[in-house]
């Protein structure tokens, strides 16, 4: 069986251009022989469409989409595609997430999703009804375990802990599966790509089967689909790897009942390394997130610190430096090699880059609030001020310019709340809002892999605000290397502050942690989306209550 496996990238609710995505992916695919195009999880629609699929009219317009798919599905190709179906019950959720197997111009039947993942950014059972069975389906005689996304993730032999209850998988293997294909929207994380081959190889080791596994790509929102379809044969060898962060039409001639020898491999370069992954990601969430929502250039604020610095390359790699504009915004308290590093770094990229001094601003407010405050504005209220400033002369220019703005903080500051609200954390989108302070410094210095763009004496300076005289990000904060471990460890692996203090670190300084961590939840809803790297992002995954102890 020759299978087309179309890893694409759909926006939500675009259904005329992911119809044309999959009409030309049909196309190229039946003029290489293919007899079964795959399509990715909810292909249809775009994923995540969310509460979209609660609009009567976004889940018929779905439903005549693939109607249409139905139509290119003439001769003897197959299509299997991901879609929005109607459950056709008074009980239960009154949608399925469902896959359609299309032949002879018609969809032949149809597949509905085991297992709904209600955890992180998913929240399927808001929505879906699940399957209660699975069943095979025969394309060109042979019998193919089709299954959607979070079915394959709940192998005994593979998980410690399970989520759930069935595996639809070894279910449709003792239902005659001779083929397994598996249509998926998995969102991106640090060495997920890795964990899912190792998922994958083991199915089909265990099940003694060909196992495929589809992925969509690309951007939406601050999930970021990374693509990557494996395809693994039944001795655990892989015989297909789609590029990471790339559009696809993988082609494999599947040996099956042992009429033919196997082909050779078809296996793409990926990532080599965390900082090439993360790299990776970020520039096409950037890109994709400016495309989506018809932006097309970016401001950003260039303070002369390493994590301005990495947005506006990671911006310039994204969209190029003809569609990115850098402002250095400087007061009385900005260090002259500020200004002197950010100036090097823009001609470095080649972006347009301008200089608004806020200290005339900085003064009026001063004078302003001289009665109206006693003693006036000083300390943190000072300090505060002149990031409010600089965040409403960056959305002015926003506004004037049409420009997406894009907030430069890190994920480091996000969580212990040192960042200022409608100040630095002004924008549209935070592009490093989910990259700690650590891997900040290890994408600048993968971000000069071919050549000087950051200057040296931005890696290296002490991080500072610039807000005060002398200011430093360790009067206030924990070293990075310290802080961003306690972040992971309460953030990610849910530990509480005595199971982080065992790790090795002093309890007082975990407990001052996880204090601002709680205390600060109230900025960070108000805080731009960010792009997801992680396995635990600040955004729609985390969801805290601001009114707590």
Same mark, same amino acid.
């Given at each position: 069986?020759?299978?087309?496996?179309?890893?694409?990238?759909?926006?939500?609710?675009?259904?005329?251009?992911?119809?044309?995505?999959?009409?030309?992916?049909?196309?190229?695919?039946?003029?290489?022989?293919?007899?079964?195009?795959?399509?990715?999880?909810?292909?249809?629609?775009?994923?995540?469409?969310?509460?979209?699929?609660?609009?009567?009219?976004?889940?018929?317009?779905?439903?005549?989409?693939?109607?249409?798919?139905?139509?290119?599905?003439?001769?003897?190709?197959?299509?299997?595609?991901?879609?929005?179906?109607?459950?056709?019950?008074?009980?239960?959720?009154?949608?399925?997430?469902?896959?359609?197997?299309?032949?002879?111009?018609?969809?032949?039947?149809?597949?509905?999703?085991?297992?709904?993942?209600?955890?992180?950014?998913?929240?399927?059972?808001?929505?879906?009804?699940?399957?209660?069975?699975?069943?095979?389906?025969?394309?060109?005689?042979?019998?193919?375990?089709?299954?959607?996304?979070?079915?394959v993730w709940n192998d005994e032999d593979f998980w410690p802990t399970r989520r759930y209850h069935r595996d639809p998988i070894a279910e449709l293997t003792t239902a005659g599966a001779e083929l397994h294909i598996n249509l998926s929207a998995s969102p991106y994380e640090l060495a997920k790509a890795g964990v899912r081959r190792a998922m994958i190889r083991q199915e089909a080791v265990k099940h003694r089967r060909h196992f495929f596994y589809v992925n969509q790509v690309g951007g939406n929102d601050e999930l970021i689909f990374d693509g990557h379809s494996t395809g693994i044969d039944p001795s655990g060898e892989e015989i297909v790897r789609g590029p990471d962060f790339e559009e696809a039409l993988l082609i494999y001639d599947v040996p099956v009942g042992g009429a033919a020898a196997p082909p050779p491999p078809v296996l793409h370069p990926v990532a080599r390394c965390d900082e090439e992954s993360a790299w990776g990601a970020l520039v096409l969430g950037l890109r994709d997130y400016a495309r989506k929502?018809?932006?097309?250039?970016?401001? =950003?604020? $260039?303070?002369?610190?390493?994590?301005?610095? #990495?947005?506006?390359? %990671? @911006?310039?790699? !994204?969209?190029? &430096?003809?569609?990115?504009?850098?402002?250095?915004?400087?007061?009385?308290?900005?260090?002259?090699?500020?200004?002197?590093?950010?100036?090097?770094?823009?001609?470095?990229?080649?972006?347009?880059?301008?200089?608004?001094?806020?200290?005339?601003?900085?003064?009026?407010?001063?004078?302003?609030?001289?009665?109206?405050?006693?003693?006036?504005?000083?300390?943190?209220?000072?300090?505060?001020?002149?990031?409010?400033?600089?965040?409403?002369?960056?959305?002015?220019?926003?506004?004037?310019?049409?420009?997406?703005?894009?907030?430069?903080?890190?994920?480091?500051?996000?969580?212990?709340?040192?960042?200022?609200?409608?100040?630095?954390?002004?924008?549209? =989108?935070? $592009?490093?809002?989910?990259?700690?302070?650590? #891997?900040?410094?290890? %994408? @600048?210095?993968? !971000?000069?892999? &071919?050549?000087?763009?950051?200057?040296?004496?931005?890696?290296?300076?002490?991080?500072?605000?610039?807000?005060?005289?002398?200011?430093?990000?360790?009067?206030?904060?924990?070293?990075?290397?310290?802080?961003?471990?306690?972040?992971?460890?309460?953030?990610?692996?849910?530990?509480?502050?005595?199971?982080?203090?065992?790790?090795?670190?002093?309890?007082?300084?975990?407990?001052?942690?996880?204090?601002?961590?709680?205390?600060?939840?109230?900025?960070?809803?108000?805080?731009?989306?960010?792009?997801?790297?992680?396995?635990?992002?600040?955004?729609?995954?985390?969801?805290?209550?601001?009114?707590?102890?």
């Open positions: 069986m020759r299978l087309a496996l179309a890893q694409l990238n759909f926006t939500v609710g675009a259904f005329e251009a992911n119809f044309a995505r999959i009409a030309d992916a049909v196309a190229r695919a039946a003029a290489q022989g293919a007899d079964l195009v795959v399509f990715t999880e909810l292909a249809a629609t775009g994923y995540p469409p969310r509460d979209w699929v609660t609009h009567e009219a976004f889940v018929d317009k779905n439903l005549a989409l693939v109607d249409r798919v139905a139509a290119l599905s003439t001769g003897k190709m197959g299509i299997l595609i991901g879609f929005v179906d109607r459950h056709q019950s008074a009980a239960g959720k009154p949608l399925r997430n469902a896959v359609a197997f299309c032949q002879h111009g018609r969809i032949v039947t149809r597949r509905h999703k085991s297992l709904l993942p209600t955890y992180d950014v998913f929240d399927e059972d808001r929505y879906f009804e699940p399957a209660s069975a699975v069943e095979p389906i025969e394309i060109h005689g042979v019998r193919v375990g089709v299954s959607i996304c979070e079915d929502c018809r932006f097309e250039r970016v401001v =950003l604020g $260039l303070s002369g610190g390493i994590d301005s610095a #990495l947005t506006a390359c %990671l @911006a310039v790699d !994204a969209l190029g &430096a003809n569609r990115v504009l850098t402002v250095a915004l400087p007061s009385r308290y900005s260090s002259a090699h500020s200004l002197t590093d950010a100036a090097a770094l823009a001609n470095a990229l080649g972006v347009e880059h301008r200089v608004i001094s806020i200290d005339s601003m900085f003064q009026a407010h001063l004078d302003a609030l001289a009665g109206a405050l006693p003693g006036g504005a000083t300390g943190l209220t000072a300090e505060n001020l002149q990031a409010r400033i600089r965040g409403a002369v960056l959305m002015a220019l926003s506004n004037q310019l049409g420009h997406l703005l894009l907030t430069t903080g890190n994920k480091s500051e996000l969580a212990v709340g040192y960042c200022t609200l409608y100040g630095d954390m002004c924008g549209g =989108l935070a $592009l490093i809002s989910d990259v700690p302070k650590t #891997l900040v410094y290890r %994408l @600048a210095r993968y !971000a000069n892999r &071919a050549g000087t763009r950051i200057p040296e004496s931005t890696l290296t300076k002490a991080p500072s605000a610039e807000l005060r005289p002398d200011q430093k990000d360790s009067d206030s904060l924990p070293p990075y290397d310290v802080l961003d471990r306690i972040i992971e460890a309460y953030v990610e692996r849910n530990l509480d502050v005595n199971a982080i203090a065992a790790l090795g670190h002093d309890r007082d300084t975990v407990a001052d942690v996880v204090r601002l961590i709680k205390s600060s939840e109230y900025k960070r809803r108000q805080a731009a989306p960010g792009i997801k790297i992680s396995s635990k992002a600040f955004g729609v995954g985390r969801r805290y209550p601001i009114a707590a102890e």
